[in-house]
């Protein structure tokens, strides 16, 4: 990619996966098992670029989505197929919950939220500690979508100078596996910070150590 080098790149990338290993430990007490977390893909582009928001299909797509609030201006976005979420609120919610129809109704989406918070907050916690920046995320929302919808609204509510990075990821337990899309968008201010702490060698140093911890 034309705007972030080999160095820079892997800076993203390598905060994003300690991001999301920190999530993996957060759900594990969470779920009361342990759970994995394995990276599958990585991409970055520019928001204006014709590249399709997500790769799932469906009609009724689980778009999870926290702004990004402080010094530096973002969304992080996280995408279920309704099967995958299916998947994760049985695994979450305790039997009495899920043998009671009220119960789940009222429940189902929260568990998505209260997951979503998990994963997105320990993102952002990584990016806020690793580029010293204070920011944090704010409350999350669920928007269930067909891919055309979400394509859609993606054009409809994501500023085109923004970049757009595309993480699919494996969480994966004795019990459970679930591949969400983890999306963050970001504007050329964040892209700017990425490069300033990838200029510094030691930065990089710490990361790769990190990485094979």
Not at 120 to 141: C, D, M, R, W, Y
Not at 198 to 207: C, G, H, K, Q, Y
Request: a negative charge.
């Amino acid at each position: 990619m034309e705007n972030l080098n080999t160095t820079e790149l892997f800076a993203a990338k390598s905060i994003i996966n300690l991001g999301l290993s920190k999530a993996a430990e957060s759900l594990s007490f969470f779920m009361k098992e342990q759970i994995r977390f394995n990276e599958l893909s990585f991409s970055i582009n520019k928001i204006n670029q014709q590249v399709d928001f997500t790769s799932k299909s469906g009609n009724n797509i689980h778009l999870l989505i926290t702004s990004i609030v402080g010094e530096l201006k973002g969304v992080c976005c996280l995408i279920f197929t309704e099967e995958e979420a299916d998947k994760l609120r049985q695994a979450a919610l305790p039997k009495e919950i899920i043998d009671d129809p009220a119960l789940m109704a009222e429940m189902s989406d929260a568990i998505l939220l209260e997951v979503d918070n998990i994963i997105s907050a320990s993102v952002i916690t990584q990016f806020s500690n690793i580029l010293k920046h204070n920011i944090h995320g704010g409350v999350p929302e669920l928007k269930k979508l067909s891919v055309e919808q979400i394509n859609q609204y993606a054009a409809s509510n994501f500023l085109q100078e923004m970049y757009i990075i595309n993480f699919k990821t494996q969480f994966e337990s004795a019990q459970l596996n679930f591949n969400p899309e983890f999306i963050w968008l970001f504007d050329n201010t964040f892209l700017e910070s990425v490069k300033s702490f990838a200029l510094d060698n030691s930065n990089i140093t710490r990361l790769e150590i990190n990485s094979t911890v």
